[in-house]
């Protein structure tokens, strides 16, 4: 079984902040993903890595980085925490362009 | 701009009975359509999925119907069970990326 671990189920932050979200993936996938969810909204794409090193913004990377070391471990990096991030973070992988995508249990964040 | 569209936010179903849930898309390049299961402070799981050179895929309970001229898609769950109470999102794929639709929530009544 594919299993993707996201290292923190829920943090608190205070504005300002630099956030650190990490994900493992134990199944030698290609590619990883960065979600946010928020009600309503369902989930929209942060970031994306198709390959060591490399990455792609989503539709809403404004206020994140990302860092992709090795193949297994996907970071999303919030260099200033704002009330706004708050949201439901998920980190997927996936091998190959098509394809499901598999999904950590998410991450939890406030930010007062 | 949301390119996958889920109308409706919520869905009540009587145990037993069959739910139908719909999903809308914008870009006719999408190649291939999944539904997702997501319960309460849990990742989303995958539940079923379509090619788009398809109109229909079956698997169990579920069953996925694919209308390319409308770009409409639609998961019929037969019969709704109280475990089938959850979030369900649809997502469509486009060069490695799964584009989401906002979700609806499905409750199955006793």
């Known amino acids: 079984d594919v299993k993707v671990t996201q290292s923190s189920r829920y943090l608190v932050k205070r504005t300002g902040e630099k956030v650190f979200l990490e994900c493992v993936q134990d199944m030698d996938h290609e590619n990883m993903f960065w979600y946010r969810q928020d009600p309503g909204l369902g989930l929209r794409l942060i970031y994306f890595?198709?390959?060591?090193?490399?990455?792609e913004k989503g539709d809403i990377p404004e206020g994140y980085s990302v860092s992709r070391e090795k193949k297994e471990r996907f970071s999303l990096i919030l260099e200033s925490a704002s009330t706004n991030q708050t949201s439901m973070y998920l980190c997927a992988s996936k091998q190959g362009a098509a394809g499901e995508l598999f999904f950590g249990e998410g991450s939890r964040l406030t930010v007062l | 701009d949301q390119q996958v569209k889920q109308n409706s936010p919520s869905l009540s179903v009587q145990e037993g009975r069959i739910s139908i849930l719909n999903c809308d898309y914008t870009n006719s390049m999408f190649d291939y359509f999944l539904w997702y299961k997501k319960y309460p402070a849990e990742g989303p799981t995958f539940l079923i999925s379509i090619s788009s050179i398809k109109d229909k895929n079956e698997d169990g309970r579920f069953t996925v119907f694919l209308n390319k001229s409308a770009k409409h898609l639609s998961l019929h769950i037969v019969p709704s069970q109280p475990g089938d109470s959850a979030v369900y999102f649809c997502a469509a794929n486009l060069d490695y990326k799964l584009s989401f639709g906002a979700g609806t929530t499905v409750t199955v009544r006793a």
């Open positions: 890595s198709y390959d060591v090193k490399m990455k």
